[in-house]
């Protein structure tokens, strides 16, 4: 289970959000996999502050003027990738690697495996803004009426180690504690999978030739997808649950003339992704699921 230390403050507030609902605090703990005394521990600070934040721990007094102090967090934040023997050498203090191991825990900064994500251009960013600008208004019964699909590769070789950043718990989406990561060109097999709200669609290992030319295109896309699997697929949720749309994500291949013919042809409405975007399709997380 999570160490309350290390509890970011979205999921404190969830904790608090579920126990203020039911009144149970032990059973909002476990849903978030927190022990019950941690979450109990969580709800009562709430009652008393009115906030989910800790308090500064307390201790022995340092030898460190707030200066020295300051320093060391400064360096840590602007080169969040810094490990803790290159930031003690960074620093004008005389001190060992434990003290700012401690300097650093007192501010509520941890070393982390930095989260690993699509690398996005500054278009790519406004265009994600502007997508949930537009969405907003969408509620539950409309989000639960989308079929959201994607592809899945699976590489082989891929020994790319892991980078630890300097954060806080809450900062794991922040830009600089991140890694990008770029489209590998070592496809082995790609499966297309969909989802939507209390439902898993079919999962489909794709047939590729390989080499040059032998990924996905408009051709294989709509033979070995959207007229065997998403058509009946599509056919079924919509006499169970009324109007549906299809989300995709911005391919060539699920863009081209002919496919947007296609689902024309076969009134299917799109519902629109940008570019570059997992975090906007809900199937992204499923994918690593094993029922998935």
């Not at 109990?40 to 707030?66: D, H, N, V, Y």
């Not at 502007?130 to 907003?136: D, E, I, L, Q, T």
């Not at 790609?190 to 290992?205: A, D, N, Q, S, T």
Request: net charge positive; charged share 25%.
């Amino acid at each position: 289970m999570s160490s309350y230390s290390h509890l970011d403050t979205p999921t404190k507030n969830r904790i608090v959000g579920y126990a203020q609902a039911t009144g149970n605090a032990a059973e909002a703990g476990w849903k978030e996999n927190v022990p019950p005394r941690t979450a109990q521990r969580i709800c009562t600070r709430f009652k008393e502050t009115g906030s989910t934040a800790r308090k500064k721990g307390s201790g022995p007094p340092t030898k460190l003027t707030e200066y020295d102090r300051r320093e060391i967090v400064r360096t840590a934040r602007k080169k969040r990738q810094l490990a803790l023997g290159q930031i003690r050498n960074e620093v004008t203090a005389d001190i060992s690697i434990s003290t700012v191991r401690c300097v650093l825990k007192d501010e509520r900064y941890h070393r982390r495996v930095a989260r690993k994500v699509p690398y996005l251009t500054k278009k790519h960013k406004q265009a994600c803004l502007a997508w949930a600008k537009r969405n907003k208004a969408i509620d539950h019964e409309g989000w639960g009426r989308m079929i959201f699909s994607d592809e899945c590769y699976v590489y082989l070789g891929n020994k790319q180690g892991r980078i630890y950043v300097t954060r806080h718990a809450d900062e794991e989406l922040v830009e600089e504690c991140l890694v990008p990561t770029f489209k590998q060109s070592s496809v082995r097999v790609m499966v297309w999978g969909c989802i939507m709200e209390g439902k898993k669609g079919p999962l489909v290992v794709l047939a590729y030739p390989g080499g040059k030319g032998g990924g996905m295109n408009t051709s294989r896309y709509q033979n070995q997808v959207l007229n065997p699997v998403l058509k009946p697929f599509y056919t079924q949720m919509k006499a169970q649950k009324g109007n549906i749309q299809f989300q995709q994500d911005n391919a060539a291949s699920h863009r081209s003339k002919s496919t947007m013919k296609w689902f024309a042809d076969n009134q299917i409405p799109l519902f629109g992704h940008t570019a570059s975007s997992p975090n906007l399709n809900p199937i992204e997380p499923v994918k690593g699921c094993k029922p998935f």
